[in-house]
């Protein structure tokens, strides 16, 4: 099984960025699609943004995709997302997630995932 790990959230202030990191182990990375979704208190979990396999990118809003990037190195087991322009919306906690080859929008089709890394962006 995959086993992931996040790192990187903390509280920041509104318009600043924050670069969140997720380390895979136990499955070929290179293999694996990577996703981020962030899930608030009471609210269903919302897909971020995330890279597949052969390194194409998906984004879940256009308002995300104007902000936030993600990106892999294979080379260390890494998935980042990288979030400039922070707003207090973006409060949640990121999760990391993990397929096989192909990203997806929906969170029932990641079976494994991270413990999660908390937000917080103050106005």
């Known amino acids: 099984q995959v086993q992931l790990e996040e790192s990187g959230g903390t509280l920041v202030q509104a318009g600043e960025s924050l670069r969140l990191s997720c380390i895979a182990s136990?499955?070929?990375?290179?293999?694996?699609?990577l996703g981020w979704f962030r899930q608030a208190p009471g609210k269903e979990r919302e897909f971020v943004a995330g890279v597949s396999a052969n390194g194409g990118r998906t984004y879940g809003t256009n308002s995300v995709q104007g902000r936030f990037i993600v990106s892999r190195d294979n080379a260390e087991n890494t998935v980042s997302l990288q979030m400039n322009s922070l707003k207090p919306e973006d409060t949640a906690v990121y999760y990391c997630a993990a397929r096989q080859w192909s990203t997806s929008r929906s969170a029932g089709e990641y079976a494994n995932w991270g413990q999660g890394t908390q937000v917080t962006v103050s106005s």
């Open positions: 136990g499955f070929t990375f290179n293999f694996l699609a």
